[in-house]
């Protein structure tokens, strides 16, 4: 099993910066595609940004494109989200997501992938 524990969260004034970190552990090699969500009282979770594997390419929302950035360190097993010109708005909860595969036979197969998730962040931006 894969555990994810995100780190980095905090308090930040409007067009600050702040770093999040996505440690996991376990067995790790079974990850494939990273993501963040985040998440507010009263709505859904939002995807955020993702990343594949090998980290060479990447999806954003369009509210956070231009400002944020995914990344990941497959040999720290960490997944990174870069916050810069921070807005009230982008005050929320914010977490880490894996997709992890099954292994049969020395190999893992991601047809379903099952999707783990970390405790979250907070993320706060104050005006």
């Known amino acids: 099993q894969v555990q994810l524990v995100e780190s980095g969260g905090g308090l930040v004034q409007v067009g600050g910066s702040l770093r999040l970190s996505c440690e996991a552990s376990?067995?790790?090699?079974?990850?494939?595609?990273m993501s963040w969500y985040r998440q507010t009282p009263g709505k859904e979770r939002e995807l955020v940004a993702s990343i594949i594997t090998s980290g060479k390419r990447t999806n954003y929302a369009d509210f956070v494109k231009g400002r944020f950035t995914i990344s990941r360190d497959n040999a720290k097993s960490t997944l990174y989200l870069q916050m810069n010109s921070l807005k009230p708005e982008d005050t929320a909860v914010y977490y880490c997501t894996a997709a992890c595969g099954k292994l049969i036979s020395g190999s893992y197969y991601f047809t379903p992938a099952t999707t783990i998730w970390g405790r979250g962040t907070q993320v706060t931006v104050s005006s």
């Open positions: 376990g067995d790790t090699l079974c990850i494939a595609d």
